[in-house]
């Protein structure tokens, strides 16, 4: 059975930091791109990054360059996603989800996701 778990969203202060976890079981993880996609209340799902199966190349939605950094931990079965300098605009639930044919920042192209995590900044 396919299991993506994310981690570590919490409440914190503008100007925090954060390192959210997704842990993956049930499918070869390392066949496979990774993308951490977050939604805002009343918005939709939008792509924050993405990182390829073996190479780990990386790619970022433009607005998300300079404060997240998405990496992968194929030992593990673990994504990661740093996000420094936290905004209120970076409220969102962050969901992780996995691609085995594509690598990209649209949510149409990804098999299995997990159920997120919310992650709240606020003063």
């Known amino acids: 059975q396919v299991q993506l778990v994310e981690s570590g969203g919490d409440l914190v202060q503008p100007g925090g930091s954060l390192r959210l976890s ?7 993880f ?7 996609f977050r939604q805002a209340p009343g918005k939709k799902r939008e792509g924050v ?3 390829s199966s ?4 990386t790619r970022y939605a433009d607005s998300m360059q300079g404060r997240f ?3 992968r ?7 990661y996603l740093q996000i420094d300098g936290l905004k209120p605009e970076d409220t969102a639930v962050y969901y992780c989800a996995a691609s085995l044919y594509h690598y990209g920042l649209e949510s149409g192209e990804y098999e299995y996701w997990g159920q997120g995590t919310q992650v709240t900044v606020s003063s």
């Open 22 to 28: 997704c842990a993956a079981s049930g499918f070869k």
């Open 30 to 36: 390392d066949d496979y791109a990774m993308g951490w």
């Open 49 to 51: 990054a993405c990182i």
């Open 54 to 57: 073996v190479e780990r190349y």
């Open 69 to 71: 950094t998405i990496s």
């Open 73 to 79: 931990d194929n030992a593990e079965n673990t994504l």
